[in-house]
């Protein structure tokens, strides 16, 4: 592809991806799109078949090629829980980069048929894997180094991987903290992220 044609590509891009975060998925039609991009709209059907086929770029682009290096995080000279920390702040980090809005969510999963392509269904899916694994490998061998307890992997495993996701999560999910917790009607996002506690938490659990 021409150099200029993977400007105009990464314009289409760029602008989908501001205008999914600002407007929502669901609100966003492909002329606004052409409209941010300065492109006329059958330019971006040049590029993509649909808008879906715009979101599983980003996908692809956005969230799963910040992993790719991810599995370097096992060979590092360094303790188990240190690499369990390092992939949390990688989590955080990355989520903060390329997060989404609640009306952005809600669209998605209520509004939109994206979640049914079988494309994104598979990167979600390999992705997953990939975080399962690494995670997996991470415990296991603290195990059995002894740094960590005699304790279910896989188990460990999905309950971190749960608690981590969740925590991320929460302040882009569109509970009311104050509808569940009528007591902490003021509480925000802001005072519950201390991550240093979080990470205590999932190595030293309730006790």
């Known amino acids: 592809m021409a150099k200029g044609n993977n400007i105009k590509r990464d314009s289409i891009l760029d602008a989908a991806y501001t205008l999914f975060i600002n407007r929502?998925?669901?609100?966003?039609?492909?002329?606004?799109?052409a409209d941010a991009a300065g492109i006329g709209k059958g330019t971006v059907y040049e590029y993509f078949e649909s808008k879906d086929a715009i979101f599983l770029e980003l996908?692809?682009?956005?969230?799963?090629?910040?992993y790719a290096n991810l599995s370097e995080l096992l060979v590092k000279d360094i303790t188990c829980e240190k690499k369990i920390k390092e992939y949390i702040e990688f989590e955080l980090?990355?989520?903060?980069?390329?997060?989404?809005?609640?009306?952005?969510?809600?669209?998605?999963m209520v509004k939109s048929d994206v979640l049914r392509n079988r494309e994104l269904i598979d990167s979600i899916h390999n992705l997953v894997n990939r975080k399962?694994?690494?995670?997996?490998?991470?415990?296991?061998?603290?195990?059995?180094?002894?740094?960590?307890?005699?304790?279910d992997p896989v188990l460990a495993t999905i309950s971190i991987m749960g608690a981590i996701n969740f925590y991320i999560g929460f302040h882009c999910s569109?509970?009311?903290?104050?509808?569940?917790?009528?007591?902490?009607?003021?509480?925000t996002w802001e005072e519950i992220q201390d991550k240093e506690a979080f990470f205590q938490l999932i190595l030293h659990g309730l006790k």
């Open 93 to 108: 980090k990355n989520s903060s980069k390329y997060t989404f809005n609640k009306n952005f969510l809600v669209d998605l």
């Open 24 to 33: 929502g998925y669901y609100e966003t039609k492909i002329i606004d799109i």
């Open 174 to 187: 569109p509970i009311n903290l104050s509808e569940v917790l009528p007591d902490k009607k003021d509480i």
């Open 132 to 151: 399962f694994s690494i995670i997996y490998q991470i415990i296991d061998d603290g195990i059995k180094t002894g740094e960590f307890n005699q304790v």
């Open 59 to 66: 996908f692809r682009t956005k969230v799963m090629a910040g």
